[in-house]
């Protein structure tokens, strides 16, 4: 795999089961590039570490007085040097390119799972740790891979050196053959102190980076009730906790680059003295000394390398593990049918390649959407709604340590989780209560996976998007004022709530699912634009499934059915007025209420009791 073959048309599917078995993994998908390093760094350092026999061929030739074998090791000097230069330009080419590739393979396996997951990725893990994990972990685990092939090279080489010498000069081979062991596991008893300090200061580094994340996306917020010089420090705070942890890091790492500095230094100390005792002895000849010498200090390279592996681990072991844990996150973990209970007993039949038509269902809080019927939804709780939404779209929420998963949602009684990922997304679309807008022109943001049915026009209009249009226009960056080629700033900063809210909606629409769930689409906007919003949706998906989580009187009076959720069940089902006339409950929670108020209050009321209906409750089938 090359650089300029990128991205992946598949990156595979990752071992997720622990950090260090994903990166096994995925050193077993760059075999042939890990290869090619290793073989141009075997050249590239057995050249360097055969130039210290040269300089002691031509050492001794200089005492001998020998021109030819002057001229050999010069010669011979030549030649490895050409191949250190070009074994050290290959070598680098090779494990750049082995680090990129593994980070491009990492991030395309990231970025799939995000899309896979969608809005649900973050309630599962924070938003501070998916870019942490897709930035820093993933160039620390390139690091690593990069660092294998060198790693590999130098051991090669170095015990070959140091075999070599043992045949070439035992004595001096021998001492230097037992001394380089000795200093490559030296350092092993400081790798778990400094491996766990890495880890504090990653944790701080995460913590810090979601809080930054935090603050601006809620920095108008932050603006409106002053709250900006608190969350500054807050951060304050935070970054300097990282940089607290970064410097107690460092220090154990200048402490192990230390120590890799002192015992070589050491051993060429004891190697220099025990080789003059030779020399005046007669055992050693000068340019065999030289040669000896050399090689010891060809031997501080590989260490280092030694060194920077055990970095390399260390600091992407942890890293491998988040990735590894944001990568085995699941769409679902239902596989059991879970039947309606009107649906009778399913059978054992394969999972479908396309969404069935039908009504939805949710099994665990009994809520039903007939097929072809805009269903409004009442929850006293936000959060409750919000994961009721995530169930309807196929994202069935993890369940505690021991616990299984939620069931799944039915759409014609088979199970969301058993459909084929673009089978269910085709099947039903989620709107959150907190659409995203990404940068682009307003084409661009229209420019969505759809049926074709309902063209980009109608979907504004239904939406009530004209001021939206009108200042777009304004803002078009030529004389023709389109407004489909302005840009929109990311996440839609540049327009109100209100506006972005509508875009997402007409956006939605654009898509036209087969089923339509949209929680709170009308929050940010005045009940005459809601009015409307609420006529033109009803229009435009007239004959599909439309699920609103909303306590808008407005949609709620539009509305074929609404069923009141609480406490997680489905309790009440009806029209709006009617439940709006006999049931306490779903009457405190549209209009505000508290529970003390009477229910005769409510046959007073004179809009209340025109508002009244025969309350008969629908079977939730």
Request: proline share 5%.
């Amino acid at each position: 795999m090359q650089i300029r073959d990128l991205p992946y048309s598949d990156p595979g599917r990752p071992d997720t089961r622990s950090g260090p078995r994903l990166l096994l993994w995925l050193g077993r998908n760059q075999t042939a590039g890990q290869a090619k390093a290793l073989a141009w760094g075997v050249v590239h350092m057995a050249a360097v570490a055969a130039l210290p026999v040269a300089l002691g061929i031509a050492v001794q030739a200089v005492v001998d007085r020998s021109g030819a074998r002057l001229a050999l090791a010069g010669g011979l000097m030549v030649v490895l040097g050409v191949l250190i230069a070009l074994g050290d330009t290959m070598l680098h080419r090779a494990a750049i390119t082995n680090w990129i590739t593994a980070a491009a393979r990492l991030q395309q396996l990231l970025a799939r799972k995000t899309a896979e997951l969608g809005a649900t990725l973050t309630r599962q893990v924070a938003a501070g740790e998916v870019v942490a994990v897709s930035t820093g972990d993933v160039e620390k685990i390139g690091w690593f891979v990069e660092a294998l092939s060198r790693f590999a090279s130098a051991l090669f080489t170095t015990l070959a050196v140091c075999a070599a010498l043992v045949i070439y000069q035992p004595a001096l081979g021998g001492l230097i053959a037992l001394a380089v062991p000795a200093l490559v596991l030296a350092v092993l008893p400081l790798l778990p102190p400094a491996t766990k300090r890495a880890d504090e200061q990653r944790e701080k580094a995460g913590y810090a980076t979601e809080l930054a994340s935090d603050t601006v996306a809620g920095l108008r917020v932050l603006r409106g009730i002053g709250g900006e010089e608190l969350f500054l420090d807050r951060y304050r705070r935070a970054s300097q906790e990282v940089r607290r942890a970064a410097v107690r890091s460092a220090r154990m790492w200048a402490l192990i680059a230390a120590v890799q500095v002192l015992l070589p230094g050491l051993l060429l100390i004891a190697v220099v003295g025990y080789g003059v005792g030779l020399v005046e002895d007669g055992r050693v000849g000068v340019g065999e000394l030289v040669t000896v010498y050399g090689v010891v200090t060809f031997l501080l390279f590989p260490l280092r390398v030694f060194e920077e592996i055990a970095m390399a681990y260390s600091f992407s072991r942890p890293s491998a593990a988040r990735a590894a844990r944001v990568l085995s996150l699941a769409r679902t973990a239902h596989t059991a049918h879970t039947a309606r209970p009107d649906a009778g007993e399913e059978d054992s039949r394969e999972e479908p390649e396309s969404a069935p038509a039908g009504d939805l269902y949710d099994p665990e809080s009994g809520l039903s959407a007939p097929a072809g019927r805009l269903t409004a939804v009442v929850c006293g709780d936000p959060d409750v709604a919000g994961r009721l939404a995530d169930r309807l779209g196929g994202h069935a929420p993890a369940g505690s340590a021991g616990s299984e998963r939620a069931p799944s949602a039915l759409l014609g009684g088979v199970a969301l989780d058993d459909l084929p990922l673009e089978a269910a997304r085709t099947a039903v679309l989620v709107q959150d209560k907190d659409p995203v807008l990404l940068s682009g022109t307003l084409a661009e943001l229209l420019d969505v996976p759809a049926s074709g049915a309902v063209p980009a026009g109608a979907a504004l209009a239904a939406a009530q998007c004209d001021d939206v249009l009108t200042a777009l226009a304004q803002a078009s960056p030529d004389a023709s004022g389109d407004p489909m080629r302005t840009r929109i700033t990311e996440r839609g900063r540049s327009l109100s709530g209100g506006q972005r809210q509508r875009l997402a909606l007409a956006r939605s629409l654009v898509t036209d699912p087969q089923v339509l769930v949209l929680d709170e689409p009308t929050s940010a906007v005045d009940s005459h634009t809601e009015a409307r919003i609420a006529d033109g949706l009803r229009a435009l998906r007239q004959g599909r499934t439309t699920v609103v989580f909303s306590s808008s009187p407005l949609l709620l009076d539009r509305a074929d059915r609404v069923v009141f959720v609480q406490e997680g069940r489905a309790v009440a089902v009806g029209t709006h007025r009617g439940l709006l006339h006999d049931d306490p409950a779903y009457r405190a929670v549209v209009t505000r209420e508290t529970d003390a108020v009477p229910a005769a209050a409510g046959a007073r009321d004179p809009e209340l009791s025109e508002l009244g209906g025969s309350g008969q409750i629908e079977e939730s089938a």
